[in-house]
């Protein structure tokens, strides 16, 4: 293994300081492991709380800031956040108008949350809870009932997170979020397996013409493992399964990241890109497009494609501005 670190159990505490250290804006807690925007709680706003283990940076903690996240809680590395955490960060953005918390599917995170919503209840700030679910590569994974949440966290969080910045209600807000999961589907594609630093080696082991198709953000095994192909039959593949799942429409307007998982280059997301807008063409019309590292797994070298159908509204909201480390535009 060959990472810059100093001591693997003090890799997500050091990283907190240094992202503190380059964006004062935001309030770190290093200790707690908790990032809030600096200015909350803004009085009379919904807030929106997020987390999961770290490894997956940007997510979350990148995506704190006015139009997004007021607050997001850092695990261990692929391990959830706790209770206390995610109440501390619930209280931190507790401004009056309730908390949504958005969730991704995976069974420590959810059953974490759930208990950090009742703990929050019994202080009198009202919390809806938005479970994404985007990933149709497998029904039932290591970690999940059900199907993991993955790239989609992203639109849901910038999407509900630029309504909640209009000053919309409680309910409206979290509904927003559970539709946009609705109209998303993921399906991811690793090259080559993440190495933790408290393992010191790879998570799973895979040849060197061998792909794992459908492999989750923590290296969870996915549909199959086959052969690499050329990029255009890999994307065409990930679309049938999008597809399959969640039909494109000829006039759907699509939001579509393509999203790097830690250790593929951007050179190779930009052409996996071209065949993602070729391949959707005729089936599909992108309306909005994000190319990047956003959901990652570590050092792993891989892909995912999601595509969200949006409404008039929700392409509105993503056109909104926000300003978090992670991601911004005005």
Request: a negative charge.
């Amino acid at each position: 293994m060959k990472k810059f670190i100093n001591q693997p159990d003090q890799v997500v505490r050091e990283a907190l300081a240094g992202l503190a250290a380059a964006h004062p804006a935001l309030r770190v807690d290093v200790e707690r492991q908790i990032v809030v925007r600096g200015d909350a709680p803004v009085a009379g706003k919904v807030g929106l709380v997020s987390g999961g283990g770290s490894g997956h940076e940007p997510m979350h903690g990148g995506f704190v800031g006015p139009g997004m996240l007021d607050a997001a809680c850092a695990g261990e590395v692929f391990t959830s956040p706790v209770p206390d955490q995610i109440l501390a960060a619930t209280q931190a953005v507790d401004g009056g108008a309730g908390v949504v918390h958005i969730v991704k599917n995976y069974t420590g995170d959810v059953l974490n949350f759930q208990m950090a919503a009742e703990l929050a209840a019994d202080e009198s700030i009202e919390v809806r809870t938005v479970l994404v679910d985007d990933d149709v590569a497998v029904r039932d994974s290591t970690w999940t009932a059900g199907r993991r949440g993955t790239g989609a966290t992203v639109i849901v969080e910038k999407i509900a997170g630029a309504l909640a910045a209009e000053g919309a209600s409680l309910d409206a807000v979290a509904a927003m979020g559970a539709a946009v999961n609705e109209a998303s589907a993921s399906f991811a594609v690793a090259l080559a397996p993440c190495t933790t630093p408290a393992a010191g080696k790879p998570g799973f082991e895979l040849a060197d013409d061998e792909m794992e198709v459908g492999v989750g953000i923590h290296g969870e095994p996915g549909r199959r493992r086959e052969k690499i192909r050329p990029a255009r039959e890999i994307v065409a593949m990930a679309l049938d399964a999008i597809h399959a799942a969640k039909p494109i429409a000829a006039d759907d307007r699509l939001i579509v990241l393509v999203n790097g998982l830690g250790g593929t280059p951007l050179i190779e997301l930009y052409l996996l890109f071209n065949e993602v807008a070729t391949a959707l063409g005729d089936g599909g019309r992108i309306a909005r497009s994000l190319v990047g590292n956003y959901v990652t797994s570590l050092d792993m070298v891989g892909m995912s494609v999601t595509v969200t159908r949006a409404t008039d509204e929700m392409l509105r909201l993503w056109d909104a501005p926000v300003t978090t480390p992670g991601l911004r535009w005005s």
